[in-house]
């Protein structure tokens, strides 16, 4: 099987430092993806900022597991990079990168690479990850207008 490689962009009238937050918060997945639930995997009681190698699950609005991810790269405000640890597309790899627009605000691209990808996958996850990058954007420019 081929190789795949997709990338999406959006723009966000939000700081990337909010738009960052967003990300790392999963409780709030579920308000501006289609994921009915996204949960880090932490030992109970611990509170704490995500950090390499946290482990992350995400389930479908049909509540069972669509994938877990691990976490690979943390750049504060920048970037997040994360390896699938298992499901259905164990080969894939994400980054959501963030960077200072020209008149403020953040411009997002989220790019994924699969090492196995199926004939009409790259259509599909294309599509999906412009949905995902969109969806990013929209919430949190609904943030920055609830705080104007």
């Known amino acids: ?47 704490r900022p995500a950090r390499i190698d946290d482990l992350r699950t995400i389930r479908s609005r049909l509540g069972r597991v669509c994938c877990r991810e691990r976490i690979v790269e943390l750049v504060p405000n920048q970037r997040l990079s994360y390896e699938q640890d298992a ?8 980054s959501v990168d963030l960077d200072r627009a020209p008149h403020g605000g953040t411009n997002i691209t989220w790019s994924a690479t699969y090492r196995h990808a199926l004939p009409l996958l790259g259509m599909l996850r294309r599509q999906r990850l412009q949905v995902l990058v969109h969806d990013l954007a929209s919430y949190t420019n609904s943030i920055v207008s609830r705080h104007s």
């Open 87 to 94: 499901g259905l597309f164990a080969s894939h790899r994400g």
């Open 1 to 47: 099987m081929p190789s795949l490689a997709v990338t999406a962009t959006s723009y966000s009238s939000a700081p990337s430092a909010l738009v960052y937050a967003a990300l790392l918060d999963a409780e709030s997945w579920p308000s501006w993806t289609s994921y009915y639930e996204v949960q880090w995997e932490l030992p109970a009681g611990v509170e």
